[in-house]
């Protein structure tokens, strides 16, 4: 689909170069102009120029320039139809959907299973500070976890049975919303069952920043060595982590836990290296 020039202008206006690239390079003010180092080539002064009166950037070392589009489609290794949704979304800006049936109501349930993951991944981490997630909150002091890692990464606590989809439904979301999110299955009797279930909860973020997915990692004691042959055999059935499964917002080759935490860190100007580790 390609947008219209009025909403390139609507998208550009409410996007301002400074503000953006700044959260992406450290600048400072110098006359008319703000400088940093640039993000596209190793450099020691700073030669990469942001004019906030014509809205555009320049480097002197590399020649690299343009828009704000330019910027966003390059730092982020996106599309230019890519860059403009990425910008309106920070803006808050709505953009038209499709002209096809299909497409437009694919799009507006892939909204609001990003709507779902938000507000799990928050109603998560606040049920991970209450008195009923004790296992969890334990289980982050013994791995040392601080609270402000807790924050960073909103870790969280799953309930248990089917607390999860009350709680969505009381708030306001449908079935199919809910069922697509893949945080809830429905069963051969009807019944709508939390695939996550007193668990310690990792949400997953995609490079803009939106819940897309969940990790969880089981609490439950292994049984003690008198225990029965069927609770011993109950309790290997319970794999130690489990993940969501692939839907409509996402999937699992396409994305990397912590990626935009990191992408967040490595723009520190005191930082000198990102290390990638497996898990």
């Avoid at 006359?31 to 700073?46: A, I, V």
């Avoid at 490079?207 to 609770?231: M, Q, T, V």
């Avoid at 990397?256 to 100007?269: C, E, R, S, V």
Wanted: one cysteine or more.
């Amino acid at each position: 689909m390609r947008y219209s020039d009025e909403i390139l202008n609507e998208v550009r206006e409410n996007s301002d170069i400074v503000e953006v690239i700044s959260q992406y390079v450290h600048l400072k003010r110098s006359g008319r102009n703000y400088f940093g180092l640039c993000p596209f080539h190793n450099e020691k002064s700073p030669s990469f120029s942001v004019s906030p009166d014509k809205q555009i950037f320049h480097c002197f070392g590399c020649g690299v320039g343009g828009n704000v589009f330019t910027f966003i489609s390059k730092i982020e290794g996106i599309g230019f139809k890519e860059a403009i949704e990425n910008l309106a979304d920070r803006a808050g800006i709505v953009l038209p959907k499709s002209t096809n049936n299909e497409d437009s109501r694919k799009e507006e349930l892939k909204s609001k299973v990003y709507k779902v993951n938000n507000f799990t991944a928050d109603y998560y981490h606040k049920r991970l500070y209450k008195p009923e997630s004790k296992a969890g909150q334990e289980y982050v002091k013994q791995r040392k976890l601080t609270n402000e890692t807790l924050e960073s990464y909103n870790l969280g606590f799953s309930g248990n049975y089917d607390e999860l989809y009350k709680v969505l439904r009381k708030e306001g979301f449908n079935d199919e919303e809910i069922l697509e999110s893949k945080l809830v299955n429905k069963n051969e009797k009807g019944e709508f069952i939390d695939r996550f279930r007193k668990r310690l909860m990792f949400p997953i973020q995609d490079e803009r920043g939106r819940f897309i997915a969940f990790g969880g990692r089981i609490l439950i004691d292994p049984p003690k060595a008198d225990a029965s042959e069927e609770e011993k055999l109950a309790f290997k059935k319970q794999a130690k982590y489990i993940n969501s499964t692939e839907n409509i917002a996402y999937s699992k080759g396409r994305h990397l836990f912590g990626l935009y935490a990191a992408k967040k860190a490595a723009h520190t100007p005191t930082l000198k290296k990102v290390l990638i580790v497996e898990g």
